[in-house]
């Protein structure tokens, strides 16, 4: 968490709702939001990455080809 909470793209307060569901049981209902939140952030990563250059966009598309999950994302930046 030390590391996340770091990084200038992720929500204090999105990490501390992380840090209380993982204490407790993990339904799906309370797990709605923050994948939202985690489906948005990973979209603005891919940007930033992809933003980078064509080797850092192959990166991208290459792990998020083992993420069948992911594949369903509305990601402009590797359009």
Not at 18 to 46: C, K, N, T
């Given at each position: 968490?030390?590391?996340?909470?770091?990084?200038?793209?992720?929500?204090?307060?999105?990490?501390?709702?992380?840090?209380?569901?993982?204490?407790g049981a993990l339904g799906a209902e309370a797990l709605a939001?923050?994948?939202?939140?985690?489906?948005?952030?990973?979209?603005?990563?891919?940007?930033?990455?992809?933003?980078?250059?064509?080797?850092?966009?192959?990166?991208?598309?290459?792990?998020?080809?083992?993420?069948?999950?992911?594949?369903?994302?509305?990601?402009?930046?590797?359009?």
């Amino acid at each position: 968490m030390r590391r996340l909470r770091a990084l200038p793209q992720v929500a204090t307060d999105w990490l501390d709702e992380i840090e209380v569901l993982a204490g407790g049981a993990l339904g799906a209902e309370a797990l709605a939001p923050l994948v939202g939140q985690a489906e948005s952030l990973l979209v603005r990563m891919a940007g930033i990455a992809v933003a980078q250059g064509e080797e850092e966009a192959t990166a991208v598309r290459r792990g998020l080809s083992y993420w069948p999950d992911v594949a369903d994302l509305d990601i402009p930046s590797l359009g």
